[in-house]
């Protein structure tokens, strides 16, 4: 039996099975009973594997976030017991975890102002937690897309980034609830169960499965790259740490900083042309014919997060899973000659938000990546008649 404990395929295969009874509602106790070996030999690793087979085998987000909860609770006694280095000061993990252990003292409070019917400083303290966006942002734009590069069985980060977009939603109604109910309420204790549901759970994903394989996968260097990338986008309920990076010179940029670039209608220099694509108010993004990023700009008022991690992320995996068709659908639709631009506008943060979506085609029309331009238009809705004279 030592010899199946130890092989990872059938240890794999036994959680798969046991997953699957979950799923399909069989007694979970007699499914434990069945599997109890594998389980308690369970690694970070399998968990991973077990739910990567799980989506190839067609197993929707939807059903796996629906008894993933579940799953965690029989295996967390077990995959506590695995044996990781945990990060020092300076580690990008290092302050992902601490992170943690701030939301969870608010989580305290929050349980505590309950506790004690204080409607304020539940109200004070709930607040808060939105605050914490940073901290999913940073595993979204920076983490992941270095995972997608080193990990072939990347695929349960996407069911991560779709627990993320409950744990925003929840927020969202919780504070429509107190706004309308001004008080305690059914559905604010419920919302507020619901969520402490959501965000433990996060944080048992990202310590005992995520971030144990992360810490054994990804190199120094990468790790500082992240580091870098991470003050650009900001911490959650931490200061911002003081590291010092030690990262090798981008020698081939450094050579390119005099070249022109040179076309019929003129010419610029690689530092010109950086300065105006940023100076531009608006948000450019460059997906190649291979689905593949290749550039964004940076503006001074950037209004969705970017870093350099997504440069060669697939655009199919820099949206959470509920969302992704409808670029694919796009993408799709350019590729084939079907169309030739995609639009949308909405309201965000107090923001009217235009996006609009070009296939880039070369001379002989063929296709050669998509161009998404995304821009603040609030302030240009509310032009009317005309501005002929400076008026500074």
Known sequence: MSEFIQNREKRVKALLSFSKGIINGEDGLMLVNRHKEALENITPYDM??????QIKAGITTVVIKRHIEKIMNVIYSYLKQYDWKKPQKGHPLFYLMLENRELEKIMDTIKKSLKENDFSNFKLQISKLSQFENHYVRKENILFPYLEKIWENYSPLKVMWSLH????KKWKEIAEHIEADNDF?????????EL???????????????????????????WAGMQKQSAEIGYSFIEKPDVKFSIKPDIVADKLTDLFFKVETGELSKSQLEIMLDTLPLDITFVNENDEVRYFSNPKDRFFPRSPAIIGRKVQNCHPPESVHIVEKIVAAFKNGEKDSAEFWFQMMGKFIYIR???????????RGTLEVSQDITEIRKLDGSQKLLDW
């Open 185 to 193: 309420t059914a559905r604010i204790h419920k919302d507020v169960g």
């Open 196 to 222: 402490f549901f959501l965000m433990f759970g996060m944080v048992f994903k990202e310590e005992l499965v995520v971030f144990p394989i992360a810490s054994e996968t990804v190199s120094d260097e990468d």
């Open 165 to 168: 977009d409950d744990i925003r």
């Open 48 to 53: 991973i594997e077990m739910e990567d087979r």
């Open 357 to 367: 979506y070009f296939a880039m085609r070369n001379e002989a029309g063929e296709y």
